[in-house]
């Protein structure tokens, strides 16, 4: 069964700085995936990562996947005030898309 | 067009009740998910249904039980209420589910029913 565990849990980081959070997971998968949630809010799907060495990027974010290594990167460039929120990473559960995340990174971004 | 919506919002209940959570997925969705997410952790896989049948069920007790009727909307039931399964319980919708190794697709989520055991 997939475990995936993240770092750091707690990130607290001044704006225009750059960071990245980690993400490891215990046995081989084909893809990965990431998502942000606000206080009290859901799930906002943010980048799905399809194969070895895949990277995306969507704003101040990029994604990055090295299934050999059981590694994901989220790299945070230039913080702002508005990342500031909760980071899962999420891998298959087993076959399809059910997922398996891990505890979530929380980031604030002081001004 | 609407996303995955879910009732009721919140939800207070005793020891030993009975709740059921209910689910509508994005509209040709076919496939529904429901997770639990404790405080402070990540969400953790209850069941997923496709097509009316179970297609993946996690590590929860008979208490928790799910189906999925005709027109793709999904309740989850759980007995016994312990206090332990106050959480946020989120249900998310994708088009086709489990369709076998490399299925990528992403699981769009809803707002979260959040439940508390007293």
């Known amino acids: 069964e997939l475990k995936v565990e993240q770092n750091p849990l707690f990130l607290s980081m001044q704006e225009g700085k750059n960071y990245t959070i980690y993400c490891n997971y215990s046995t081989t998968s084909d893809r990965l995936y990431w998502y942000r949630q606000d206080p009290g809010k859901s799930l906002e799907s943010l980048f799905v990562l399809l194969s070895n060495g895949a990277v995306k990027q969507e704003g101040r974010l990029m994604a990055s996947l090295d299934t050999k290594a059981r590694l994901s990167t989220l790299h945070i460039t230039a913080a702002v005030h508005d990342l500031s929120a909760t980071y899962f ?16 990174t929380r980031l604030m971004v002081k001004p | 067009d609407a996303g995955v919506t879910q009732s009721p919002t919140h939800l207070i209940k005793t020891r030993g009740q009975h709740v059921t959570l209910r689910c ?22 209850i069941f997923q249904y ?16 799910a189906r999925q009727f005709p ?21 998310a919708s994708s088009l086709l589910g489990t369709s076998g190794r490399g299925s990528v697709e ?12 007293l």
């Open chain 2, 106 to 117: 992403t699981q769009y989520f809803g707002p979260g029913t959040r439940l508390l055991v």
């Open chain 2, 50 to 65: 496709y097509e009316k049948e179970e297609r993946g069920r996690g590590n929860f007790p008979d208490r928790f039980s």
């Open chain 2, 24 to 45: 509508s997925p994005i509209s040709g969705h076919k496939s529904v998910s429901w997770y639990q997410q404790v405080l402070g952790q990540g969400p953790q896989f």
């Open chain 2, 71 to 91: 027109n793709y909307s999904s309740e989850l039931n759980v007995n016994a209420l312990l206090l332990g399964d106050s959480a946020l319980y989120l249900c």
């Open chain 1, 89 to 104: 990473c999420a891998g298959p559960h087993n076959a399809g898309n059910m997922l398996t995340f891990g505890g979530g």
